[in-house]
């Protein structure tokens, strides 16, 4: 057998236009309201525990969130993840973290990642090491989540490393970056949102939304500034476990803002694992309402299981018609 | 510390307004200090950059000053160090995700910014910090990023 010729793998945009080969780019550009999900990466070296969650979030998602140490708790890396579903043809999101790699590290990163068929990068800052598992450790942030995205644009578009050396293929990648529209100073939010769009944000994915007045002020004031219309915004969503589940995220998990409201509702519910999925399941619905918002990216955290159907019951795979491309002939 | 970084941050107009005529006295007095040199200054500057900045700013002598882009808070003793504005963690009352006793920097500093010049000056990226400048003196790079960015100018 021969070796693989360089393309195999190394994914250049089969669309004029597109900066990736993906299909979350191309659900997006088209129009169709796309669907993320976040994978839990396991405590486990075994392929088999990455490949099952994938296996029931990719019934309904345009792309898989590889997370990258979340919350400072250590478990598979985004890097291992992503090596292990592009080679099974998922389509990933790798998401980078500052935390933990310094500018070396990232880029080669990068270029790694793109040579295995990753479409797309989520540029995060990332939590403190204070908040996880290892609070011993020593915190890099050497670049944040704004220079982050400067750096990898760059390798993109310009085919430089940071340090202005040349890259001979550059990595073709779908750029995307977190928002929270739930956290102060508030009526920054949309003005960090641009900032992160001029630094070369493509998309976001937010913060789950449980506040739904709260990100409607903040899509308002994005319209105003008409930054809906340069980036594709993924609302962030997720079922709650139970009452007590929501008071612990909410205490304990940094930027998660979860109304009384909610809680109550759970609290009087007979069932509130159930009473949480429905509760997600409306919530979709209502952001998918919101002008403005191309997608959600859910976040079911131990509960992979619930995606599928929470994607179902909201009903927005019923908005996902084939349009102009369905006389396309099918195999 | 906090305390001295907030009441910078409520007079950021005042600070912003002395950092500027400090830099054009610096301006003004270059053609001296590029006669002394740049290198030979470095260390006489830092010791008097260090105690006069620690106090009013909490600074840590990262040596690539952003004063002026952040409010008049020093974006350094943001626990991330993050130099493009607030991460996705400043909790409900403008606490520090890492160190819930410490009000968030970059709320600090956005109130600054809007007493200075509005939201302008942080609107631009900033560049990662060069790390080979720490503890040296802020003032004397920005005289080496001036004749730098002049000299490549005069390439062009």
Known sequence: MSPPTKGDSYARPTVTGHSSAGRLERALRAGRFAVTAELNPPDSADPADVYSRARVLSQVCDAINATDASGANCHMSSVGICALLTRAGYSTIMQISCRDRNRIAIQGDVLGAAAMGVSNILCLTGDGVQTGDHPQAKPVFDLDSVTLLETIRAMRDEARFLSGRTITSPPNVFLGAAANPFAPPYEWRPLRLAKKIAAGAQFVQTQYCFDIAMLKTYMARVRDLGLHEECFILAGVGPLKSARAARWIRGNVPGVHIPDAIIERLEGAADQRREGKQLCVELIQEIAEIEGISGVHVMAYRQEDLVSEIITDSGIMARRRPGRMRKVARV | ?156
């Not at chain 2, 970059?106 to 560049?127: E, L, S, Y």
């Not at chain 2, 790390?131 to 005289?143: F, P, Q, V, Y």
Request: hydrophobic share 40%; glycine share 8%.
């Open chain 2, 1 to 156: 510390m906090h305390v001295i970084r907030r009441w910078s941050g409520r007079n950021a107009r005042l600070l912003n307004f002395l950092y500027r005529r400090s830099r054009d006295v610096l301006e003004f007095i270059k053609p001296l200090l590029r006669g002394i040199g740049y290198d030979r200054l470095d260390r006489p500057m830092a010791l008097i950059e260090r105690p006069l900045k620690s106090l009013l700013f909490d600074c840590r002598m990262c040596g690539d000053c952003a004063l002026v882009q952040t409010g008049m808070v020093c974006p350094m003793t943001c626990p991330k160090q993050l130099r493009n504005g607030p991460c996705g963690g400043v909790r409900p009352d403008g606490g520090c995700e890492i160190e819930p006793a410490m009000r968030c920097v970059w709320v600090v500093a956005w109130d600054g910014a809007k007493a200075i010049d509005g939201d302008a000056a942080m609107a631009a990226p900033m560049a990662p910090v060069d790390h080979r400048r720490k503890d040296t003196s802020a003032w004397i790079n920005l005289l080496r990023d001036a004749d730098a960015a002049a000299a490549e100018r005069a390439r062009r």
